[in-house]
């Protein structure tokens, strides 16, 4: 008897966007069912097994590289060939998928535009739908836009544009609008990755490109063989040649940074290099130990820097690894955002964007990512002085670098402590991204800096430790559930009297105070704040 066909989900609770029904047909909703009924059984075993692999942390404080695939780090093995438009990546730019901003990084003069549904996206259903559409549209080469002011917006010509590399959501979060016969909602991670692949796979394949991806939040080698298992089958259910999709993966959990090379292992005939998030990993540092009492408390966030010595452990790994197994190594995310008003705030932005990308290509990586349009040359001046013609040193083995699992986990060797000023910082940044984001915008600038989800997780899992380690301020005060509630109140007090009582109103601050709190001070804590957060979205 043949196997029963899965059903298509259907569309749950939600206003449809304009032009829904371009981008659910019957047959991408078919795609997603297949995808669906294959593959979140497993998403859900590892995302237990994630929680098992925590207790057991707690339990022995310490991580180590995994005895049983030793045979993966010593075995003789590379992953595919870059394909020609993954072959130089010496800038990318990332960000969220409206309109305007999806003409504006393709017109960048970035190599790449990693289009966001993660870190940079609030999930709304408008969000998740209109971002695949633009992506449509992008592809067809009719996406042009004028905005309210009347300022238009069209494409450069096709050999000026970025490559597309889209980020699907993390496996922990689920497309509450699509659901199964049973009601259960789909994985996020599915709904991105499937509605991309398959209204874009043909067309990109047609055009000498791929179907390429980024990979986030992963935690272990297991999740991605997961990743591979989908590429393999969504390529099989479209017939399109195995090998077409192309991943790169974030090394940006501190459980992954022990397993890089089983990571690029399982996806090696798929693999298209590794990237150092750095954000996410300083979130999974605090996360993941967060039961190690002092040892693992980070100072203020703006006082860890890439040249901490267990985040250079944690990069200079990253690219001995790619360059050993073929792949590029791509550097992250510089959060200073330039100013195209403010010529003091622009000028000390470049700078220090100048020097993280330089640091960058002096340490081998291939390329590195930007946040804003402005600073598209400034990395690329970086990478050119390193390169010069050549469109990657993947040649620069780095056989020089030894690093122990000590190295990646000597956060303990800082000597900057937590102070009054960064916890006022932590509340503040917090108040206001989740603000944002339960207002659809997922990528801001606060205090001049970019945040996202990433840097607004380290806000609120700083607060979290610092009030469960006990930390105490230089000046004798400790950190508490009662400090936090105080500078919080005085936050959104301070905000109330900056905004007016309108515009206050409107926004979503008592919301965002409300979740800020909890997912800061719950005792149990919260695995992403996205979680809660999704709930309050529409
Ligand atoms: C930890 C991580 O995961 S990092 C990756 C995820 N985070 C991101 O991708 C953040 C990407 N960056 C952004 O979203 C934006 O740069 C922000 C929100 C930080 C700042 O944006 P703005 O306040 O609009 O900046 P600003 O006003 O200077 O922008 C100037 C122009 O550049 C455009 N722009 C800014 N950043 C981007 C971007 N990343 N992609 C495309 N266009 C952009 C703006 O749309 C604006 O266009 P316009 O002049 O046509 O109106
Ligand atoms: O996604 C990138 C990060 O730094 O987090
Ligand atoms: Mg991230």
């Not at 990395?379 to 002085?385: I, M, P, Q, V, Y």
């Not at 060797?413 to 339960?438: C, F, H, K, Q």
């Not at 380290?458 to 400790?478: T, Y």
């Amino acid at each position: 008897m043949a196997a029963p066909v899965p059903s298509a989900p259907t569309v749950v609770d939600a206003a449809p966007p304009a032009r829904q029904e371009e981008v659910l047909t019957p047959e991408a909703l078919a795609f997603l069912g297949a995808l669906h009924h294959r593959f979140t059984p497993r998403r859900d075993e590892l995302l237990a097994l994630r929680g098992e692999r925590r207790r057991e942390i707690a339990r022995t404080g310490t991580l180590d590289f995994p005895a049983g695939t030793a045979h993966i780090r010593e075995g003789d093995w590379q992953v595919a060939p870059a394909p020609p438009a993954l072959t130089d990546r010496r800038v990318e730019i990332t960000g969220p998928t409206d309109r305007k901003m999806t003409i504006n990084a393709l017109n960048s003069g970035a190599r790449v535009w990693l289009a966001d549904f993660e870190d940079a996206t609030a999930p709304t259903w408008e969000n998740v739908v209109l971002g695949q559409l633009n992506l449509i549209d992008a592809h067809e080469r009719r996406v042009d836009f004028t905005d309210p002011r009347g300022k238009t917006y069209t494409l450069r010509p096709d050999e000026e544009l970025a490559t597309v590399v889209t980020r699907p959501r993390g496996w922990h979060l689920d497309e509450r609008h699509l659901r199964d016969g049973d009601g259960r909602p789909l994985p996020g991670a599915l709904v991105d990755f499937g509605l991309y692949f398959f209204h874009n796979a043909r067309r990109l394949l047609d055009r000498g490109l791929g179907p390429y991806f980024y990979l986030p939040k992963l935690e272990s080698h297991l999740e991605a063989r997961l990743w591979n298992e989908v590429f393999v089958h969504a390529q099989d259910l479209l017939g399109v040649p195995q090998g077409s999709v192309r991943a790169t993966v974030l090394i940006e959990t501190i459980p992954a940074a022990f397993e890089m090379e089983e990571i690029l292992y399982e996806l090696r005939d798929h693999a298209s290099g590794l990237n150092a998030g750095r954000w996410d990993y300083l979130f999974s540092i605090v996360k993941t130990f967060r039961d190690a009492g002092d040892r693992f408390v980070l100072p203020d966030r703006n006082a860890v820097t890439m040249t901490a010595p267990f985040m250079r452990a944690y990069t200079e790994l990253l690219v001995r690894t790619c360059h050993k197994r073929g792949a590029h190594a791509i550097g992250g995310m510089a959060a200073f955002i330039p100013s195209r008003r403010d010529p003091r705030v622009n000028e000390a932005a470049l700078e220090k964007v100048r020097a993280d990308k330089d640091r960058e290509a002096a340490d081998g990586f291939d390329g590195s990512w930007v946040a804003h349009p402005d600073l598209v040359p400034v990395a690329r001046a970086s990478f050119d002085a390193v390169l010069g013609d050549r469109p990657h040193q993947k040649d620069r083995l780095r056989e020089d670098v030894r690093v122990t699992s000590a190295d990646l986990l000597a956060v303990d060797s800082l000597t900057a402590r937590p102070t009054y000023d960064g916890l006022v910082n932590a509340v503040g940044v917090g108040l206001r991204y989740i603000e944002s984001w339960l207002r659809g915008t997922g990528a801001v600038a606060i205090f001049n800096l970019m945040e996202d989800a990433a840097t607004a997780e380290i806000s609120r899992s700083q607060i979290w430790q610092w009030v469960n380690a006990g930390v105490e301020f230089e000046d004798g005060r400790k950190v508490t559930a009662g400090l936090v509630r105080e500078v919080a109140a005085g936050e959104l007090a301070a905000l109330r009297e900056e905004l007016g009582e309108d515009a206050f109103a409107t926004g979503a601050w008592q919301r965002a105070y409300d979740l800020l709190l909890r997912v800061a001070l719950d005792e149990e804590y919260v695995d992403f704040l996205t979680l809660p957060a999704y709930g309050l979205l529409d």
